[in-house]
């Protein structure tokens, strides 16, 4: 068999290959939240082990990608400012504003950096008592606790030239959101094996009860992407939607109780737009009160900034699985990773850019019949 | 950007608050806060996000991961991005 370079356990992997053609016997669609994972899906052909029957959609699941287009602005807007050292993790640096980005006010003379961890940021506001520090504070609740450690040690150092740039995003929440549409066509959902890494798992149990589907925590190499689809598409077949975990060497029911402790000393659940989807009720976290001087949002008073998305783009119908990449009309001309018009295209992790950069549109399309099919 | 890598704790600074390590990533060394595992010990391996460690793993299952990584060739990437501090 052709395609299994990429797997840890070729092996294995044909069998997980061989046992879900032995157990898909109607079409099905389902949903893979995380980015990492569309990545793992697209960058190792894993489509071409599977039926031709079985619909892989990728979901919202790539911070960089729905971090919405005001946030960019004003990371932009704070890192132009004369005694601002702004921080960020790499990924966003190339993601464009209206005008700029922030690769570009780095090359004009901005002091950005960048960061492996936030952690690192606040040992720069250590360094430089004279500048105010930025961190631009964006991810799913894998990174929550990093971000709320590095507010934590900020607040016991009694910094005050430290404040992150916060937009970060939850994942039951979006998926609630999809599942509650009236256009929603996903029948079971991979949810991601690292976020449930920190906050394990129970609160996907009472979604798959009240929205009758199947969700397997899984993790992100091909293997394990693999398994959890015959996981779900097992499930599936038997009618049943139950919660189940492929990933349980990384996932604990629980998750880690101290790195959720940290994430609720420093952060409220608030509301959250979600780029190329909208607002979404209770879908983020933001500064608590004790903490808003940290917020670097009212330490700049930036106040309402507004930027226009492009109207070519389609994300909002490829975040909820309602369109592949290659439908864009966009898709490779007008947009690309080098000028993207829209989240998806923005990092490597997003659905467009995964589709773009291993030119999986020609593989893709050979079974894009199956993409307006309704089940 | 949210992938989290397994690596090896080469050295643990006792004195440091919050809990600090050092942690070998197949040859690329990373300070890492240890404070939501307290449980992790030297020369345990751990999987890591963004200067976290979030949870232990057995060294075969890390081992294999590095490997993997290594052959897909961009998932380290994030490792070696960072001015110093
Ligand atoms: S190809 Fe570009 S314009 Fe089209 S949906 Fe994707 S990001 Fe938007």
Redesign the interface.
């Known amino acids: 068999m052709k395609y299994l370079d990429e797997f840890r356990d070729p092996i294995f992997a044909k069998s997980l290959s061989e046992n879900i053609h032995k157990v898909t016997t109607r079409p099905w669609t389902i949903m893979e939240i995380c980015g990492g994972q569309t990545h793992s899906i697209v960058k190792s052909g894993l489509e071409n082990l599977l039926p031709s029957s079985l619909s892989i959609v990728h979901g919202p699941g790539c911070p960089v990608c729905v971090t919405p287009l005001e946030m960019i602005e004003k990371a932009i807007l704070i890192a132009r400012k004369p005694n601002v050292i702004f921080t960020s993790f790499g990924d966003m640096l190339r993601v464009p504003g209206s005008t700029s980005d922030l690769l570009t006010v780095k090359a004009n003379g901005g002091d950005v950096r960048i960061v492996y961890s936030p952690l690192d940021a606040v040992t720069i506001a250590e360094k430089n008592p004279d500048k105010e520090v930025v961190f631009f504070a964006v991810g799913f609740e894998t990174t929550a606790p990093a971000n709320a450690m590095a507010v934590w040690q900020a607040h016991k150092k009694n910094l005050k030239n430290f404040s992150i740039l916060c937009s970060h995003v939850l994942v039951p929440p979006a998926m609630e959101a999809l599942l509650s549409s009236s256009t929603n066509r996903v029948q079971g959902f991979l949810a991601a094996g690292h976020v449930c890494t920190v906050m394990g798992y129970e609160e996907y149990i009472p979604l798959a009860k009240k929205y009758n589907v199947p969700i397997v925590v899984t993790g992100f190499e091909p293997t394990d992407i693999l398994h959890g689809i015959l996981m779900l598409v097992t499930q599936l077949e038997e009618g049943r939607c139950e919660l189940e975990n492929q990933y349980s060497r990384m996932v604990k029911k629980e998750g880690n109780i101290p790195a959720q402790q940290m994430i609720f000393n420093v952060f409220e659940i608030s509301h959250r737009k979600w780029r190329g989807i909208g607002e979404i009720p209770k879908s983020g976290y933001s500064l608590k009160k004790e903490f808003i001087h940290f917020d670097a949002e009212e330490k700049f008073s930036l106040g309402i900034v507004s930027v226009e998305e492009s109207p070519l783009c389609i994300a909002g119908n490829i975040l909820r699985g309602l369109n592949k990449p290659f439908e864009c009309s966009a898709f490779g001309n007008q947009c690309t990773p080098e000028s993207p018009l829209g989240a998806p295209m923005v990092s490597s992790e997003g659905a467009c850019a995964a589709y773009y950069n291993y030119k999986r549109q020609n593989v893709a399309s050979s079974g894009s019949g199956m993409v307006n099919k309704k089940h | 950007?949210?992938?989290?890598i397994p690596g090896r704790i080469e050295y643990i600074d006792a004195a440091s608050n919050?809990k600090m390590a050092k942690v070998n990533f197949g040859g690329i060394i990373?300070?890492v806060?240890l404070?939501?595992?307290?449980e992790a010990g030297l020369h345990d391996y751990v999987?890591v996000?963004?200067?976290?460690a979030?949870?232990k793993?057995?060294e075969k299952?890390a081992l294999?991961?590095i490997?993997?990584f290594k052959?897909?060739g961009?998932a380290l990437d994030?490792?070696k991005?960072?001015?110093p501090?």
């Open positions: 950007m949210c992938l989290a919050p990373k300070n806060c404070d939501f595992l307290p999987l996000h963004v200067g976290v979030l949870t793993v057995d299952e294999e991961t490997e993997l052959q897909m961009d994030e490792l991005e960072g001015d501090a």
